[in-house]
């Protein structure tokens, strides 16, 4: 019953046998138990599929197959099913997939080739997935799609977006930096809003690019602030010192917003939104003041685009049809940024990094490059971590930022401090591959703490790109 037919065999043992070529099989759909069937294994022996590490929802298999014409389909927790995205036929068995392998070796395209430096043979089957035309969509749909989106966000305020209960930390300007960084760090949070009790306001907020600017001052010979200094220096007094000047970083001057960005309990989601986009934060305190002036507000929430894209996910869950975009792949969209070469790039270049790179380069490039993350990745480029500007508190755990020396650390042991640390971002490297859907990319980054996903290629984990939470809602609402 379980018999493999004579050109079915999974390895060639002989350079006499048959040709057999390596394919990657992929169910990036989720389930349980996922299991590859086809007419190489004679429709009979079922092949048990892996989850990808990182990546649960995404199945995947390697199965050697003989040049010529192939069906097969997939068994999912007890019910067959095939790719919607992939070539398919009605055939004997029902609807399946099929696949065709080319029987004369000098047609595979040059890229392919087991030979070419870079690549694997066992990256043949992106050749038939990449042949099929990738859906477009027309700049009608797109543009009806952001009408109702932009139409749900202008209908609906920020008072939505408030929990029935909850707790939100602030702190006041007159404490040393230290202990606030200690307070993030306790409290697995990545920035607080600033209350100065002598103006009765809130006057801005305490992140992680702080503790990192404030890191690179120590690093700095030249420095005014010393590591004594940091014991005593109030919020008040770095704010004050950021604030002065374009400070230049790297070379490049980059100045500091003063005045709070904040929103209101009646604004609406679009507004707040555009606030977040437009201000390049991660979050706006949501304040009310019976007062004129905004005086002796009340806090009363941290907005973050994460919130608002789950109250589109939720709005349009059983609507999704009238929004055309949310099918588009994201590799046929102007959506996030990629390495070259691979699906629409938006002209920003992909910062990547080995993990033998200094902290103290990183950082460097997180400033720089105006990032809130960088990937960690091997030789082969494939995804190891990634490292966050939130990551930088985990220093404060037992005085760590005042025995290290940023070029001599290197990322893997500033990670290493991390996996310590109370983790507010979930799953460290949350990732998606390039045929998903824009639907499921939305659903995966409205989990809280989520801020982008890493776009990596189906088995080798290879980093194809980035997708943050700006990047979404810049292209829902066009700006």
Known sequence: MFASG???GHENSGVSGPLLIPMRFVWPYGGRRVFLSGSFTMWS???PMSPMEGCPTVFQVIWSLSPGYHQFKFFVDGEWRHDEHQPFVNGNYGVVNTVF???????VPPSFSPETPGRSNMDVDDAFIRSEPVPTISDADLEVSRHRIA?????????????????VIALDVNIAVKQAFHILYEQGIPVAPLWDSRKGQFV???????????????????????????????????????????RQVDGNAISYPRRLVH?????????????????????VPITHSSSQDGSFSQLLHLATLSEILKCICIHFKHSSSSLPILQQPICSIPLGTWVPKIGESNGRPLAMLPPNASLGVALSLLVQAEVSSIPVVDENDSLLDIYSRSDITALAKDKAYAQIRLGEMSIHQALQLCQDANSFNGQRCQMCLRTDTLHKVMERLANPGARRLVIVEAGSKRVEGIISLSDVFRFLLGV
């Open 6 to 8: 004579p050109e079915t």
């Open 45 to 47: 022996e079922p092949i």
């Open 101 to 107: 392998i080319a029987r004369e070796p000098d047609v």
């Open 151 to 167: 139409a749900f966000l202008s209908r609906h305020t920020a008072y939505e977006l408030l929990p029935e209960s909850g707790k």
């Open 204 to 246: 801005g907020v305490l992140s992680a690019l702080d503790f990192i600017l404030i890191l690179r001052e120590l690093g700095n010979h030249g420095s005014n602030l010393t590591e004594e200094e940091l014991e005593t220096h109030t919020i008040s007094a770095w704010k004050e010192g950021k604030g002065h000047l374009s």
């Open 263 to 283: 929103a209101g309990p009646y604004d609406s989601l679009k507004d707040v939104a555009l606030k977040i986009l437009n201000s390049k934060v991660a979050t």
